[in-house]
């Protein structure tokens, strides 16, 4: 059974009471359709809900109250608990049931006349009467339990439709025509675990909401005297979530911590909030998809890497296998961690990134080869004269041209402003209303193909440049496709731009708070809009205490936490309780996967972060097949775009695959000629763990060129890190190296084209990077 359709979707609740139940009583927007949900309170330990299958009027709906109330006059009648906007889920911990209702909402946004909306407040009711309450429901544990379930706020950056699927893009709701119980399984709804018992009972989702963590941002804008709506959503996977020094690369399912998809959205205003074409376009960041992790320590303020080996590469390739499932080819991956160090640290994961790129590349066809593109943004950003944002607007737009956006045109199948009758969805198609979300009004003229993935360390605060970087881009080539602007481009000074980067900094900030305990450092941005250099320092630095003291402090209950809310653990009488054991991370890289590895997760209770539930008796509440096409090829394939496709659900032990998408069958020609490199040099990236240059289109372009400052810098990196071979396991910490020496004084560098030792000018740029496209291998800079 689907949730409601035709502009039925219960949005305003209120919840009654008597002595051994709870009446919900939900209603349509347009007060047409009244619904009742009964919950037993008499059960102790078991969830009792039981939907009256009748569809009230107002009128009914006050007679059945007033006959409920005459029948339990004599244990007190019923009584108004209180009014309620959706019910979050129920959870159990060593006693009864807890229900989490949200009893204020606040608007926060319209996608294509569907409200959005996050949550004012929130209350959690236990179930039972009083009278039947298990002993243990007031024990000590029980309510640390409870606090811990609390202590996830969600009044901050969680929001939620009734009517609009926002926990996918707007690509993937034209594509994929599935509703009602498959949206929650998708990685972006974070209160899947908290509404399964009640969805699997009563195989709906009339009375729950899909609660979206991240960030959420509308505005209006203007641009040539012209009006447009700029919505940017952040949507964070509920897989392998968490804080950033316990949740760091890739678990063995392919899933990478801080996961979060970005898109980006705009469409022209008009009067009924209804547009005639609307575009968006997604990109992508993450954890670095290797197996490696950081112990938490309050003495070192940057704990020291810890690299795990990963025999063939498998979660890697598990990783890129989702991304090209979620957005087919090509896949471009923009990494932005540093290349030089006095002692190896990011640099050791930048090589072993690339080796692990190489390696999935060489079995993989042209079309389908993994686009690596290097740039040492903290070198760059200290380099005098450098225009980074300049540089990155060069890479998104380059990979905008392979990518490409979703644009489409909006078709009504009523003239605008008709009043909508009660009949079903397929009668009228009329968004206004707030019917479901009804993808045949949408034609697509251009869709979006493959993804840009960026990561740095920690994928947040020069992830979150790079990211505004390729929005902005990108908003001047959606601005153009809706015909409000003439050129497909906005300037870096235009003042659009500065609305842009103020929604890529909130954003930002947003994002590091919720994985790394402050908010984002924005130098470049401060420098972009010229603020004082002194204010700027003094800001980065309380923000890098703020952000150790919670990593080093607050973040293992936090994480204790999020695992409670996303059923990571689920408590039991006579087991350990959760502060009492290991982090998780812990206990997912100590295990060895075992004989013994099942006998432990049935004791502990714990799963790998991969949103499994651990539970002997927990069972799917609908088919959960991806598909039929099983295969054991390891090729990453495209999204069938127009098909019914379905994400990867927690049960799938690896990513199946999908038929090949017509709309991705771009070719590119493959460019004659290669880059001839400097045998000494190729010996020394050897030995750094790079893969052979010559067999692997490694494009590297600090490399083609022919400055002499370079030289130094090069013999340092080959004395420090000759004896470093990519298998060690563990690197000691080390401060930061300033790499602002002699080697950067003096130089010329306000953008490619004055820097003889870069990129010549942008044509040269272009030309090289066209020859890395063709050859599918590997650009660094």
Same mark, same amino acid.
């Given at each position: 059974?689907?949730?409601?359709?035709?502009?039925?979707?219960?949005?305003?609740?209120?919840?009654?009471?008597?002595?051994?139940?709870?009446?919900?009583?939900?209603?349509?927007?347009?007060?047409?359709?009244?619904?009742?949900?009964?919950?037993?309170?008499?059960?102790?330990?078991?969830?009792?809900?039981?939907?009256?299958?009748?569809?009230?009027?107002?009128?009914?709906?006050?007679?059945?109250?007033?006959?409920?109330?005459?029948?339990?006059?004599?244990?007190?009648?019923?009584?108004?608990?209180?009014?309620?906007?959706?019910?979050?889920?129920?959870?159990?911990?060593?006693?009864?049931?807890?229900?989490?209702?949200?009893?204020?909402?606040?608007?926060?946004?319209?996608?294509?006349?569907?409200?959005?909306?996050?949550?004012?407040?929130?209350?959690?009711?236990?179930?039972?009467?009083?009278?039947?309450?298990?002993?243990?429901?007031?024990?000590?544990?029980?309510?640390?339990?409870?606090?811990?379930?609390?202590?996830?706020?969600?009044?901050?950056?969680?929001?939620?439709?009734?009517?609009?699927?926002?926990?996918?893009?707007?690509?993937?709701?034209?594509?994929?025509?599935?509703?009602?119980?498959?949206?929650?399984?998708?990685?972006?709804?974070?209160?899947?675990?908290?509404?399964?018992?009640?969805?699997?009972?009563?195989?709906?989702?009339?009375?729950?909401?899909?609660?979206?963590?991240?960030?959420?941002?509308?505005?209006?804008?203007?641009?040539?005297?012209?009006?447009?709506?700029?919505?940017?959503?952040?949507?964070?996977?509920?897989?392998?979530?968490?804080?950033?020094?316990?949740?760091?690369?890739?678990?063995?399912?392919?899933?990478?911590?801080?996961?979060?998809?970005?898109?980006?959205?705009?469409?022209?205003?008009?009067?009924?909030?209804?547009?005639?074409?609307?575009?968006?376009?997604?990109?992508?960041?993450?954890?670095?998809?290797?197996?490696?992790?950081?112990?938490?320590?309050?003495?070192?303020?940057?704990?020291?890497?810890?690299?795990?080996?990963?025999?063939?590469?498998?979660?890697?390739?598990?990783?890129?296998?989702?991304?090209?499932?979620?957005?087919?080819?090509?896949?471009?991956?923009?990494?932005?961690?540093?290349?030089?160090?006095?002692?190896?640290?990011?640099?050791?994961?930048?090589?072993?990134?690339?080796?692990?790129?190489?390696?999935?590349?060489?079995?993989?066809?042209?079309?389908?080869?993994?686009?690596?593109?290097?740039?040492?943004?903290?070198?760059?950003?200290?380099?005098?004269?450098?225009?980074?944002?300049?540089?990155?607007?060069?890479?998104?737009?380059?990979?905008?041209?392979?990518?490409?956006?979703?644009?489409?045109?909006?078709?009504?199948?009523?003239?605008?402003?008709?009043?909508?009758?009660?009949?079903?969805?397929?009668?009228?198609?009329?968004?206004?209303?707030?019917?479901?979300?009804?993808?045949?009004?949408?034609?697509?003229?251009?869709?979006?193909?493959?993804?840009?993935?960026?990561?740095?360390?920690?994928?947040?605060?020069?992830?979150?440049?790079?990211?505004?970087?390729?929005?902005?881009?990108?908003?001047?080539?959606?601005?153009?496709?809706?015909?409000?602007?003439?050129?497909?481009?906005?300037?870096?000074?235009?003042?659009?731009?500065?609305?842009?980067?103020?929604?890529?900094?909130?954003?930002?900030?947003?994002?590091?708070?919720?994985?790394?305990?402050?908010?984002?450092?924005?130098?470049?941005?401060?420098?972009?809009?010229?603020?004082?250099?002194?204010?700027?320092?003094?800001?980065?630095?309380?923000?890098?205490?703020?952000?150790?003291?919670?990593?080093?402090?607050?973040?293992?209950?936090?994480?204790?936490?999020?695992?409670?809310?996303?059923?990571?653990?689920?408590?039991?009488?006579?087991?350990?309780?959760?502060?009492?054991?290991?982090?998780?991370?812990?206990?997912?890289?100590?295990?060895?996967?075992?004989?013994?590895?099942?006998?432990?997760?049935?004791?502990?209770?714990?799963? %790998? @972060?991969?949103?499994?539930?651990?539970?002997?008796? *927990?069972?799917?509440? &609908? +088919? #959960?097949?991806?598909?039929?096409?099983?295969?054991?090829?390891?090729?990453?394939?495209?999204?069938?775009?127009?098909?019914?496709?379905?994400?990867?659900?927690?049960?799938?032990?690896?990513?199946?695959?999908?038929?090949?998408?017509?709309?991705?069958?771009?070719?590119?020609?493959?460019?004659?000629?290669?880059?001839?490199?400097?045998?000494?040099?190729?010996?020394?990236?050897?030995?750094?763990?790079?893969?052979?240059?010559?067999?692997?289109?490694?494009?590297?372009?600090?490399?083609?060129?022919?400055?002499?400052?370079?030289?130094?810098?090069?013999?340092?990196?080959?004395?420090?890190?000759?004896?470093?071979?990519?298998?060690?396991?563990?690197?000691?910490?080390?401060?930061?190296?300033?790499?602002?020496?002699?080697?950067?004084?003096?130089?010329?560098?306000?953008? %490619? @084209?004055?820097?003889?030792?870069?990129?010549?000018? *942008?044509?040269?740029? &272009? +030309? #090289?990077?066209?020859?890395?496209?063709?050859?599918?291998?590997?650009?660094?800079?």
């Amino acid at each position: 059974m689907e949730s409601i359709r035709g502009g039925k979707f219960l949005q305003k609740f209120r919840l009654y009471e008597t002595r051994s139940k709870f009446y919900l009583i939900g209603r349509n927007k347009s007060r047409t359709i009244w619904k009742v949900l009964k919950i037993d309170r008499l059960e102790s330990t078991d969830l009792g809900i039981q939907e009256d299958p009748t569809c009230y009027t107002e009128n009914e709906c006050q007679e059945l109250l007033w006959r409920i109330h005459e029948g339990n006059r004599l244990t007190g009648g019923l009584k108004f608990v209180t009014k309620c906007y959706g019910i979050v889920g129920f959870m159990k911990f060593l006693g009864p049931y807890y229900m989490v209702i949200i009893t204020r909402r606040r608007k926060v946004g319209t996608i294509c006349g569907h409200d959005i909306y996050s949550i004012g407040k929130s209350e959690m009711i236990a179930i039972p009467c009083p009278i039947v309450w298990p002993n243990v429901a007031n024990s000590r544990d029980e309510n640390r339990y409870k606090r811990l379930l609390c202590s996830v706020d969600l009044t901050k950056d969680f929001f939620f439709s009734y009517s609009y699927n926002i926990m996918r893009s707007l690509q993937k709701n034209i594509a994929d025509k599935n509703t009602g119980q498959v949206v929650y399984e998708t990685m972006f709804v974070w209160n899947e675990f908290l509404t399964r018992a009640m969805r699997s009972h009563l195989k709906n989702t009339n009375w729950t909401v899909a609660l979206i963590h991240g960030f959420f941002k509308q505005s209006k804008l203007s641009v040539c005297g012209k009006d447009f709506w700029l919505t940017l959503i952040a949507r964070r996977s509920r897989h392998f979530a968490g804080t950033r020094f316990l949740k760091r690369g890739v678990n063995e399912k392919g899933r990478v911590a801080n996961d979060v998809e970005t898109e980006q959205i705009v469409f022209e205003d008009t009067p009924d909030d209804i547009p005639c074409e609307i575009t968006s376009v997604v990109q992508h960041r993450g954890s670095i998809p290797l197996v490696w992790f950081q112990e938490t320590s309050r003495l070192n303020i940057r704990p020291e890497i810890t690299l795990k080996p990963d025999v063939d590469y498998k979660a890697t390739r598990l990783h890129f296998e989702n991304l090209a499932l979620r957005y087919g080819n090509p896949i471009v991956i923009l990494n932005l961690i540093k290349t030089r160090e006095k002692k190896p640290r990011e640099s050791l994961l930048r090589a072993e990134f690339a080796k692990a790129i190489h390696y999935i590349n060489k079995g993989l066809p042209d079309d389908k080869r993994l686009k690596f593109l290097h740039m040492d943004l903290s070198k760059l950003a200290r380099r005098k004269g450098t225009n980074v944002l300049g540089l990155l607007n060069k890479v998104a737009s380059d990979v905008l041209e392979l990518t490409d956006l979703l644009h489409c045109e909006i078709t009504t199948s009523k003239p605008r402003g008709a009043s909508s009758g009660q009949g079903d969805v397929t009668e009228s198609c009329e968004i206004k209303s707030n019917d479901d979300f009804c993808a045949d009004m949408m034609v697509p003229l251009l869709l979006q193909k493959g993804v840009l993935r960026t990561n740095c360390i920690d994928c947040l605060d020069r992830t979150n440049v790079a990211q505004f970087a390729y929005g902005l881009t990108a908003l001047g080539r959606q601005l153009h496709v809706l015909r409000l602007t003439q050129e497909p481009k906005i300037e870096l000074h235009a003042p659009l731009a500065d609305d842009l980067m103020d929604f890529y900094e909130r954003m930002g900030d947003t994002l590091a708070i919720q994985y790394g305990g402050s908010a984002a450092h924005n130098k470049i941005f401060c420098e972009q809009r010229g603020q004082w250099k002194a204010a700027t320092q003094s800001q980065e630095f309380l923000r890098t205490l703020q952000r150790y003291y919670n990593n080093a402090y607050t973040d293992p209950e936090k994480q204790d936490a999020i695992n409670v809310f996303l059923g990571h653990f689920q408590p039991q009488q006579g087991r350990p309780a959760l502060w009492k054991l290991d982090s998780d991370q812990h206990y997912n890289i100590g295990r060895q996967g075992t004989v013994n590895e099942e006998s432990g997760r049935s004791f502990i209770k714990r799963s %790998l @972060s991969d949103g499994n539930i651990l539970c002997e008796n *927990s069972v799917p509440i &609908s +088919d #959960r097949n991806v598909g039929e096409n099983n295969t054991a090829n390891s090729e990453l394939l495209p999204m069938q775009q127009l098909d019914d496709i379905r994400e990867p659900t927690d049960s799938a032990p690896e990513i199946y695959m999908c038929e090949t998408n017509p709309c991705s069958s771009t070719k590119y020609s493959t460019m004659p000629g290669r880059h001839s490199i400097s045998e000494e040099r190729q010996s020394y990236l050897k030995r750094l763990g790079y893969p052979e240059l010559h067999s692997s289109n490694f494009l590297d372009l600090d490399l083609l060129s022919s400055s002499g400052n370079s030289c130094d810098e090069e013999a340092f990196e080959r004395s420090s890190l000759i004896h470093s071979p990519m298998d060690v396991i563990s690197v000691e910490s080390a401060t930061t190296y300033s790499e602002q020496g002699h080697n950067d004084e003096g130089r010329d560098d306000t953008d %490619l @084209s004055r820097s003889s030792s870069q990129l010549s000018d *942008s044509r040269d740029y &272009s +030309d #090289r990077f066209a020859q890395w496209v063709a050859n599918g291998g590997m650009l660094c800079y």
